[in-house]
């Protein structure tokens, strides 16, 4: 298992031993048991039974938890007595509902128009190719050529800024999120959490472990100097510009005694790591399969041409956009790039489906194997997004049989900002198709669908890729 996850491979090495063994499967190292859940039903009942839930919802106490996050939302437990008042805080803070939806609405827009000014400043580049807005020989409109790992890292940075400190972050403040989040991935991936937990003195050697520990840690000191000490050193009682000074307020009311800086930070924290890996994700997999699958590209366009046409897309646009929706799905459905979520401790021995789990243990949820069962999904290793539509055209519930996709987890640490996540990829998604066509690159190769075209890490990443944006307009 080590070798495995020395090399980057765990999530495929994993695969083979759920094929071989079954829903739940359990290894050794030489301190550790670690089990992992194969199955979308093994890691409903682990994470929301009643008898189980309490039992193996805690994280275990590694360096990313006790020493980079500590106070905040993601890795610490439920156990923990101000766990449950930081979540609540946080969603009250993003105010996901009523005038807040406009707020962030608005604030999405001016980045989206900002994007789109961005890709139109760009040298173009000479194709051949038509526009699907014009048809076959109807002539292609300006065609440029673009980073897109690039472009949307930038672009959702400084959404994220602006969610955190009120305001667009300048260009040097963009580099200290992106460096955390380079340094964190690093660090957080099954990989050398596995080892750095079974070998806990490789943090002082010497070498790679000390090196991305060291990182993590400049990284982080960074990044909470540039969103919280400047936000709170301008920030006006009473006046809140984003989360920093709406946690800033909260910590003067009373009863609000817990709530130090250190759970400020833990947040700040929280929405890089949580908001932004995911987001990029999502929208680097979905481009890049539309390149490879055209014909859905197409249709995501006449669905958005009928119902929005040319005015900007609206959050609640996304009920009247179903295809659309089961395109976004499908990604989070088969590229899974969190392919283990966040790493799990069951606190005492606990009995799933007839096993043992040992306390102590650490328990993955395998999405990456879930999410590919072919009991589940019919033809799984395909891009199908039709599967999450009935034969009337609209999306399935939740509570179909078929859905049984658990991308933002399940139970008491299911991701707290998913209605946030989906809807800002819902608005780039809609807001780029409507205004380009994306095509494979003309100067670059394009990267193929192939399991070595993603990184490892806390989530996995695709290479960096080139494609093409295509006016329609």
């Not at 039903?41 to 360096?63: K, S």
């Not at 994007?115 to 292609?140: F, P, Q």
């Not at 400047?230 to 009863?255: M, N, S, Y």
Request: glycine share 6%; proline share 5%.
């Amino acid at each position: 298992m080590l070798r495995a996850a020395e090399s980057g491979t765990l999530h495929l090495e994993a695969e083979k031993w759920a094929a071989q063994y079954g829903d739940i499967v359990m290894c050794s190292t030489p301190n550790q048991k670690i089990v992992f859940l194969n199955s979308s039903r093994a890691i409903r009942e682990a994470f929301t039974a009643r008898e189980l839930e309490q039992v193996i919802n805690d994280r275990p106490q590694l360096f990313t938890s006790t020493v980079i996050t500590n106070h905040d939302i993601v890795m610490a437990s439920p156990s923990d007595a101000n766990w449950s008042k930081l979540r609540k805080l946080f969603h009250s803070s993003i105010r996901f509902y009523g005038d807040g939806v406009e707020k962030i609405q608005s604030m999405m827009h001016i980045e989206l128009r900002r994007l789109t000014e961005r890709v139109l400043a760009m040298d173009t580049v000479t194709s051949a190719r038509t526009s699907s807005k014009g048809g076959e020989g109807g002539g292609g409109g300006e065609e440029r050529e673009v980073n897109m790992s690039d472009l949307l890292s930038d672009s959702l940075m400084c959404v994220l800024g602006m969610l955190i400190t009120g305001k667009c972050p300048d260009p040097d403040v963009v580099r200290v999120m992106q460096r955390f989040d380079h340094d964190f991935n690093a660090l957080s991936s099954p990989n050398t959490l596995s080892t750095l937990a079974t070998f806990p003195f490789m943090r002082y050697l010497p070498g790679f472990y000390r090196n991305v520990c060291n990182a993590a840690l400049r990284s982080r000191e960074e990044l909470l100097h540039a969103l919280f000490t400047k936000t709170k050193a301008t920030r006006v009682p009473g006046k809140p510009r984003g989360i920093v000074d709406t946690l800033l307020d909260e910590q003067t009311k009373p009863g609000a005694d817990w709530l130090t800086d250190s759970h400020i930070h833990g947040v700040i924290m929280d929405t890089i790591i949580a908001a932004y890996l995911t987001s990029r994700e999502t929208l680097l997999d979905l481009f890049l399969y539309l390149q490879h699958h055209p014909d859905v590209m197409r249709r995501i366009q006449a669905e958005v041409d009928q119902v929005i046409g040319e005015r900007m897309p609206q959050i609640e646009d996304r009920n009247a956009l179903p295809y659309t929706e089961a395109v976004l799905l499908e990604t989070l459905r088969l590229s899974s790039f969190l392919p283990f979520g966040g790493a799990h401790e069951c606190r005492r021995d606990a009995i799933l489906q007839n096993y043992r789990l040992p306390g102590g243990s650490i328990v993955f949820a395998n999405y990456w194997v879930a999410h590919r069962d072919p009991e589940v999904f019919e033809d799984p290793q395909h891009f199908r997004p039709e599967r999450f539509l009935d034969d009337k055209g609209h999306v399935i519930s939740a509570a179909h049989p078929t859905r049984h996709l658990l991308s933002f987890g399940v139970g008491k640490r299911s991701c707290p900002g998913e209605t946030f996540a989906r809807s800002r990829v819902f608005l780039y998604v809609t807001t780029l198709l409507q205004q380009f066509d994306i095509l494979p690159p003309v100067k670059h190769p394009l990267l193929p669908l192939r399991r070595d075209s993603w990184e490892s890490g806390l989530v996995l990443q695709l290479k960096p890729y080139h494609c093409v944006l295509r006016r329609r307009h």
